[in-house]
């Protein structure tokens, strides 16, 4: 039985390597061009953010969207959450879903297979083999949803970073005159535009209202979007102000220093648990050198002066 299984797994390695092989003639081979074997397609106007190209999508992708159909949530409300994850972190193309499940199935694959590979690598039958892969099969199945964590967390930090200086240009477009459309449309030709995710979730709800879209629901769209709170409450803000018709300038002046405020106050909070965060990697390796650095000559000195004594 294990002699079938080294030969599948064999089997798989080198049919493996063969695709690998050709797919990197295909791209670095000047005699094969991928072009003669795609349609034509006529060349579109520019891109929108409200708009996915198709063109952008590549085999593995494709390979990994079938996956995720496959083995993707039932539920709706399982569903729901995933897409809402993954608008979080800025993946707002539908099939985002299921490239991310297909990215989890792959990588439990690939990490399950591991094991077997280092068995096939050393030559030698691995103790617990079922389990140990069954092991890193579940590690391998928790990688993205690890990623997709850290790049939510991150996301926010930036917009919660952004969110005083997108305050504070849109303050001074509504106290020179400029409507609130106006302005989110001048904030949006920032040249951090390009690179904030704040300017980026602005510049969509903005061509949402040019579209069509209620004003209401876009600011209620765009709270969501990012799942920031601060954003959220200034959201809020907004919502009533266009309700009430109170003066957009103070309310925005308001939430500006606020938000100035909280940011202050989140950078104190990281200088205060510096020190701390600290003490873990000063006890595990440095304390050690320098006890190695005091300690042993003293130990090596005193073997020494016992082994004369025991002479």
Not at 206 to 220: C, D, M, V
Request: aromatic residues 8%; hydrophobic residues 50%; proline residues 5%.
């Amino acid at each position: 039985m294990a002699a079938i299984s080294y030969a599948i797994l064999a089997f798989a390695l080198v049919g493996g390597v063969v695709c690998l092989a050709g797919a990197f003639l295909l791209r670095r081979w000047s005699l094969v061009q991928p072009q003669r074997f795609q349609a034509s397609v006529p060349e579109a106007g520019p891109a929108s953010i409200l708009r996915w190209e198709e063109r952008t999508r590549t085999g593995w992708q494709r390979i990994l969207e079938r996956v995720g159909r496959v083995f993707g949530p039932r539920d709706s409300v399982r569903l729901s959450q995933l897409r809402q994850r993954l608008t979080w972190a800025g993946y707002n193309n539908p099939r985002a879903v299921g490239l991310f499940i297909g990215a989890k199935v792959g990588s439990a694959i690939l990490c399950g297979y591991a094991y077997t590979l280092y068995g096939l690598a050393v030559q030698r039958a691995l103790p617990h083999l079922l389990l140990l892969s069954l092991a890193l099969a579940l590690v391998g199945s928790f990688l993205p949803e690890l990623w997709l964590r850290n790049r939510t967390q991150a996301r926010q930090r930036e917009i919660q970073h952004a969110l005083p200086e997108v305050l504070d240009l849109l303050m001074v477009c509504v106290e020179a005159g400029m409507g609130f459309d106006a302005a989110v449309g001048r904030v949006t030709q920032h040249p951090e535009a390009h690179r904030s995710p704040l300017h980026q979730e602005m510049l969509r709800m903005h061509l949402e209202i040019r579209a069509g879209r209620r004003r209401e629901e876009a600011f209620h769209a765009l709270g969501e979007r990012t799942g920031v709170e601060d954003l959220k409450a200034v959201v809020g803000a907004f919502i009533q102000t266009d309700r009430l018709g109170t003066s957009l300038g103070k309310t925005l002046r308001v939430h500006a220093e606020s938000a100035r405020l909280k940011r202050r106050r989140r950078a104190e909070e990281r200088a205060y648990l510096a020190p701390l965060k600290m003490v873990f990697p000063t006890v595990l390796f440095l304390l050690p050198v320098f006890f190695i650095v005091a300690v042993v000559p003293a130990l090596l000195r005193l073997l020494e002066a016992w082994q004369k004594i025991g002479r």
